[in-house]
């Protein structure tokens, strides 16, 4: 079974109030993934994560593993958060050994959830 990387579309990120208007962060970083999924993932948009307050965020599953929700990310990050993706869809449990994980999944993780039986 493939991982899902989800991505919250309707993420504003640090987006100042001036630019309502403008195409949401989560929205421009779903679409900077979307065509570039690693072998083994799936993206998939999703409309909320309820982590409004940490900026762009984005969560990581697949059954049997553990799953992690990130947050603070922008559309820069996008090489980071595949790699990231890559290096989970290749573990038998979801656990990516610490140094092997990009610095921004080791530092702006807001989640981590056991799998389900």
């Known amino acids: 079974m493939r991982a899902v990387l989800h991505v919250c579309?309707?993420?504003?990120?640090?987006?100042?109030?001036?630019?309502?208007?403008?195409?949401?962060?989560g929205a421009v970083l779903?679409?900077?993934?979307?065509?570039?999924?690693?072998?083994?993932?799936?993206?998939?948009?999703?409309?909320c994560l309820s982590a409004c307050s940490q900026g762009c965020s984005v969560?990581?599953?697949?059954?049997g593993k553990w799953s992690y929700v990130?947050?603070?990310?922008?559309p820069e990050d996008a090489a980071d958060?595949?790699?990231g993706a890559a290096a989970y869809a290749?573990?038998?449990?979801?656990?990516?050994?610490?140094?092997?994980?990009?610095v921004i999944f080791r530092k702006q993780?807001?989640?981590r959830i056991p799998p389900q039986e």
């Open 59 to 63: 969560a990581l599953s697949a059954p």
């Open 81 to 83: 958060i595949l790699a």
């Open 9 to 25: 579309t309707t993420c504003r990120g640090t987006q100042p109030a001036e630019d309502l208007d403008a195409p949401r962060p």
């Open 30 to 47: 779903h679409e900077t993934l979307q065509d570039a999924a690693p072998e083994g993932v799936q993206i998939r948009a999703v409309e």
């Open 70 to 74: 990130y947050g603070r990310l922008t």
């Open 109 to 111: 993780s807001l989640a």
């Open 90 to 102: 290749g573990t038998p449990d979801g656990i990516v050994p610490w140094r092997e994980r990009p």
